[in-house]
């Protein structure tokens, strides 16, 4: 008797084993794709960027909840006792992107940036001035600057039931942490949709060569946007048949959030045009930023040398690049936006939410034997 239960045991772990492997998706170069020219930081992940720190907290409730946030915190100080210059780039500007005019007037970011559903975006601001205020040293403040993004996940999330609390949100500020980025349906990126595939969290980074400056530029996405997918150039959407104006029901909208992180000394007005280049990628991946789509970059520099520090008395020098040292830069941030969508698309896994709908992960094997056919992986 005792030989059957082990027996049964051992199958039902070998089974378990089987299907956790399943859900293991690769990444865009675990089947050889590599986009642009530069090489990615050791992670491939907007955390290369030394200082950054990504946390999640992902909702999975019942059989409607499919939600979360996603906490991007640009240094490991008191980020309103050391703001960062930052820039704000409209693609389309169908979102609500709270906090995004101050940022636009003043070239810089005081609090972390977080990503969540539209109808949350308030709930999770609410937090993050609760996170900065609760933070020692920052006793007496009186304003604060929260800056939160979001996606529309209402094809698969209950959105009107606002289930994203301020704990949830607080949970991704204190989960954040440097390290791999997990990706796909999680966090934010738990319920959104990307060109009629399982959309999500992805990430990339570049470093340029010591000749170049040796700079770092970390990208992370929520994707949740429409259009008729392209990867590397290969029409990916047309040979599978799925893509907009098919029928009545299919518009191609939607948003896609983009997060830019660099340790290059950039002003607000170099970051502005560092962030305008990300928006190529989403043309590159068949996006034509349609009319219900939210498409936002959020750039910002971990320069200690560009920090305005608040207790600081009088004049702050500042170290800043060349206008020509920033074309290298321009490059990398199109390569690794590319590569974060794409890897937002790869690592997602098929979810099943409101009213039963699912929305299946895109194939693996079919994306690579296009990606062959022209010849664009071995």
């Not at 050889?32 to 930081?41: A, D, R, S």
């Not at 609090?111 to 975006?121: A, E, G, H, K, M």
Request: some cysteine.
């Amino acid at each position: 008797m005792k030989l059957r239960i082990s027996f049964t045991l051992v199958i039902i772990a070998l089974i378990t084993t089987l299907c956790l492997a399943q859900e293991i998706r690769p990444r865009a170069r675990d089947i050889g794709l590599e986009i642009g020219i530069f090489k990615p930081g050791k992670l491939n992940a907007i955390t290369d960027v030394a200082g950054v720190r990504v946390g999640h907290a992902t909702l999975i409730e019942q059989d409607s909840i499919r939600t979360g946030v996603t906490a991007v915190v640009p240094h490991e100080g008191n980020i309103f006792k050391e703001k960062v210059p930052a820039a704000v780039v409209v693609g389309n500007g169908f979102g609500k992107l709270v906090g995004s005019t101050q940022v636009e007037e003043l070239g810089q970011l005081e609090t972390p940036i977080v990503l969540t559903n539209t109808l949350s975006v308030w709930t999770a601001a609410d937090a993050v001035v609760d996170y900065m205020l609760s933070l020692s040293g920052n006793e007496r403040l009186r304003s604060i600057n929260p800056v939160v993004g979001e996606t529309n996940d209402g094809t698969l999330n209950d959105i009107r039931g606002k289930h994203v609390k301020k704990e949830h949100a607080l949970e991704a500020l204190r989960d954040a942490k440097p390290g791999p980025v997990e990706e796909g349906s999680i966090g934010a990126g738990t319920g959104t949709v990307c060109f009629g595939w399982k959309g999500g969290i992805g990430t990339s980074s570049r470093i340029l060569p010591p000749s170049l400056g040796g700079y770092t530029i970390g990208v992370l996405v929520q994707t949740n946007y429409g259009g008729i997918l392209e990867i590397a150039g290969a029409p990916v959407g047309k040979e599978l048949g799925k893509f907009p104006w098919q029928d009545e029901l299919n518009y191609g909208d939607g948003s896609c959030m983009i997060i830019v992180a660099t340790d290059a000394p950039l002003r607000s007005d170099e970051l502005k045009r560092l962030a305008k280049r990300a928006l190529l990628a989403l043309g590159r991946t068949g996006s034509s930023m349609s009319h219900g789509s939210g498409d936002y970059v959020i750039a910002f520099s971990t320069a200690k040398e560009v920090r305005t520090f608040t207790d600081s008395i009088g004049l702050q020098k500042q170290s800043i690049l060349r206008q020509e040292q920033l074309s290298p830069l321009f490059q990398t941030v199109v390569e690794a936006t590319e590569e974060a969508i794409y890897n937002s698309l790869f690592k997602a896994t098929t979810v099943t939410g409101r009213n039963g709908t699912a929305v299946e992960a895109i194939s693996i094997e079919k994306v690579k034997a296009i990606l062959k056919k022209y010849n664009k992986i071995k």
